[in-house]
């Protein structure tokens, strides 16, 4: 499968305020960037249960899920407790700029007995590149109600694509559920990856400077 998006990069450039090359402000690229995905795979993300949109204003990509559950306790079996979705990305980017994911918005729901708990973890990287950028966040029962989180990268610790050179970016997801102290016996302790409507938008934002 190789679906590609599109988006308006002289809006997503102006996202960020901070300098990424020395000057006053971001640079601009002058055209619009290009992401075909190469593949989704994982036990979060089966086929056909995730896709990759831009969102309504173009400034910036969204990936949503539609089964991406991690659970324990009553009801689920043993390999149920942690999922993941590696998401391989080949982007395309206007000559003469380079790229950085500088901040990402997750959202879901959990339901966490007391005693139980949640982690929702993700790395991003490019292809041959030893550089892995995390965020982990952490969920304690008792919960039941949505959930959000963000990664945001300082300007100066982004992980850029190397200029020049088309690689591959790739971002790893992962929700984790423990029982800890709960009662799996007895109890289902859940987090997933989904809003209200059964669909969860985890939103990439992006940071561009100029190639030397």
Known sequence: MLLRVLAAT????????????GGDSLPTPPDRIVIDVATVNGSGCPVGTAAVAVSPDNTAF???YS????????GSKPTDFRKNCQLDLRVHVPQGFTYAI???DYRGYAHLENGATGIQRAGYYFQGDPQTAYGTHRFNGPRDDNWQATDTVDVAA????PCGEERNFN???????AAGTSDPSTTTSFMTMDSTDGSINTVYH???KTCP
Not at 10 to 21: E, K, N, Q
Not at 67 to 74: D, K, N, R, S, T
Not at 158 to 161: G, K, N, P, S, Y
């Open 10 to 21: 002289g809006v997503v450039a102006t996202l960020f305020g901070s300098p990424a090359s």
């Open 62 to 64: 969204t990936v949503t």
């Open 67 to 74: 089964q991406y559950l991690a659970q324990v306790g009553v």
């Open 102 to 104: 500088a901040s990402t």
């Open 158 to 161: 982004l992980v850029w694509a």
């Open 171 to 177: 971002i790893n997801t992962e929700l984790r559920v």
């Open 206 to 208: 992006l940071a561009w």
